[in-house]
């Protein structure tokens, strides 16, 4: 039999967390037909991996990616990465199912302009995505604040009645349209006034689907075990597995919690199918939260309507120039965005490498400055914590961004190097892959990525795209509470 392709010689890692084995791969029709020793067979394209990993393409567990993937189909801070697959609709922000009265409201403005939102059914930003033809593979959440912006007048206090029996006929139309579960962003303050009790109706709604609850915590501030309480509560209710987007020990008051962070997460996990995502910075970027500014620590500017010539400083400078205080200026930058300095390094470090936790970017890719999360994210993780650092052997690394996203998420046939299961492949080399984007200068594609593969077909090598854009939409496939156990 003749295959479309062979890479030969590869470190396969698997995606299962275990280490990797020298074998060959095969691939045909979009997928991976054989793994072993093939020197008796060949293929249309031979590739000598020599002893470079070849690993499955990574999944982005948390982005923003919804609106890009159509109108930057592209993709380039994602497959630049490794990244195959994206998650979208993370902390209660989507594109879909929504219709818009005006301009989209903080914090759904991240996704885009008004015009970016031209979906007020889930099944037709399904059809999009796959008349986009991204590069990448997009599975998607329904965002919580985006079904509160369709039928709530007034996004500051908690839904009536009537408002959650609409926000879940939508929800459950969306989930047999194939999305995933449910986000919220209870944290932002479109979505803070919504009662637990709001919240636990719309996620009723996932038990029949097994599908799953994702949450940005009410706060990752001070209240924050409260706060991950709630979000066990909500799962219980709904039976439902949760995942907790981005979990961190936010603003200094707070450092050096990690370890009760876990230990909840832990000891939730007794009882209920519980995981977390994490970032691998020690700073986070969203809207400009005037609850957040303090000169605890440095904030610097991503972005501003009223004046986007100060995007890339410090808000500290910024308040200098103008002779405001912090505050003052900050109010008058509004709406805008930065990147808060309001992480330590070592709770960081604890959540990267507890067995419960996830790798996603929450890369803002509508950001003029971005976090350099959104291009760096995967390769940090890679090459800074796993091989400089050895906060954990590379297969463990591999296995948070692939295997163990997937089946959490109900990827079927994904995330994984196995024969029968779509050829989303990374090749890179694991003694010089590592993340160039920075602080000041994030817009920069990692090194050490010699080739992605989308769906069996060459989509990045050589530092720049190759070919069609193979990505699709993946529709959540059965029970997700299976991917807990």
């Known amino acids: 039999m003749l295959y479309d392709l062979i890479i030969r010689d590869a470190l396969v890692i698997d995606g299962s967390d275990t280490p990797g084995v020298r074998a060959d791969v095969a691939v045909r029709e979009g997928r991976i037909q054989r793994i072993g020793d093939l020197s008796g067979v060949s293929a249309s394209e031979e590739i000598n991996a020599a002893g470079r990993v070849l ?39 989507s594109a879909s199912p929504v219709t818009l009265a005006g301009d989209p409201p903080d914090p759904m403005n991240l ?36 079904l509160r912006s369709n039928h709530l007048d007034d996004l500051f206090r908690t839904a009536r009645p009537a408002e959650i029996t609409a926000m879940r006929a939508q929800l459950r139309e969306s989930l047999e349209a194939g999305a995933l579960g449910l986000s919220t962003g209870l944290a932002y303050a479109t979505a803070y006034s919504a009662q637990t009790d709001e919240v636990k109706q719309l996620a009723e709604e996932l038990t029949a689907f097994g599908a799953v609850y994702t949450t940005h915590l009410r706060s990752e501030f001070e209240p924050v075990l409260e706060a991950m309480d709630e979000a066990f509560d909500i799962a219980r209710h709904a039976r439902s597995p949760v995942v907790i987007s981005h979990l961190k020990c936010a603003g200094a008051g707070n450092w050096g919690r990690s370890p009760q962070l876990l230990a909840s997460l832990e000891e939730a996990a007794r009882h209920q199918a519980v995981g977390c995502d994490c970032y691998p910075y020690a700073a986070s ?11 605890a620590f440095p904030i610097t500017i991503t972005w501003s309507t009223p004046h986007p010539d100060q995007s890339g400083r410090d808000l500290q400078a910024i308040a200098a120039d103008w002779g405001l205080s912090l505050l003052e200026a900050a109010r008058r930058l509004q709406p805008a965005g930065a990147v808060y300095y309001g ?16 790798i996603g970017s929450d890369g803002l890719p509508e950001d003029p400055f971005p976090h350099p999360r959104l291009w760096g994210a995967f390769p940090r993780v890679l090459g800074y914590f796993s091989r400089d650092l050895g906060l954990f052997p590379l297969h463990r690394a591999i296995h948070k ?9 109900g990827l ?26 920075d602080f000041k200068a994030p817009k920069r594609a990692a090194e050490g990525i010699d080739g992605v593969w989308v769906n069996g077909r060459l989509s990045y090598a050589d530092g720049k795209p190759q070919g069609e854009r193979q990505g699709r939409f993946l529709a959540r496939s059965g029970s997700l509470v299976e991917g807990f156990s």
């Open 401 to 409: 961004m692939t295997g163990l996203t997937a089946t959490r998420f």
């Open 412 to 437: 079927h046939e994904r995330g994984f190097v196995r024969e029968g299961y779509w050829a989303d492949l990374v090749l890179f080399n694991p003694h010089t892959v590592r993340d160039v984007a």
């Open 343 to 358: 992480m330590d390094e070592r709770d960081v470090q604890n959540i990267l490498k507890h067995p419960l936790s996830m």
């Open 285 to 295: 970027s969203s809207t400009l939260d005037l609850k957040q500014v303090t000169d």
């Open 111 to 146: 996704l885009g302009p008004a015009q970016a939102f031209v979906y007020p059914r889930f099944s037709d930003y399904r059809n999009a995505v796959d008349a986009a033809r991204p590069a990448v593979n997009v599975a998607a959440l329904i965002g919580h604040t985006a």
């Open 55 to 93: 690993a499955p393409g990574f999944i982005d567990v948390h982005t923003h990616d919804d609106t890009v993937v159509i109108r930057h189909p592209a993709m380039l801070p994602k497959i630049t990465q490794g990244v195959t697959t994206v998650i979208v609709g993370n902390c209660g922000i």
